[in-house]
């Protein structure tokens, strides 16, 4: 097919690291998207906890 192994074997490992970094670039993604779910979750908690606290506080102001 081509003539010249040495530009054969080029266009191979173009190919191969062009999919090497296809593929890096999915597991990045999938890692921003678990992080951000990861960030969410971590809000909710917060914002849980602090309603928590508002709650305990009220409570407070109103015993007193």
């Known amino acids: 097919m081509y003539k010249n192994p040495i530009k054969l074997f080029y266009i191979i490992i173009k190919e191969q690291n062009k ?7 999915l597991i ?6 678990f992080l951000e779910k990861e960030r969410e979750m971590l809000k ?8 928590l606290e ?3 506080i009220e409570e407070l102001k109103g015993n007193s």
């Open 19 to 25: 999919k090497d970094a296809e593929s890096k670039i």
């Open 54 to 56: 508002i709650k305990k």
């Open 28 to 33: 990045l993604e999938n890692q921003i998207k």
């Open 44 to 51: 909710v908690n917060t914002d849980s906890k602090i309603q």
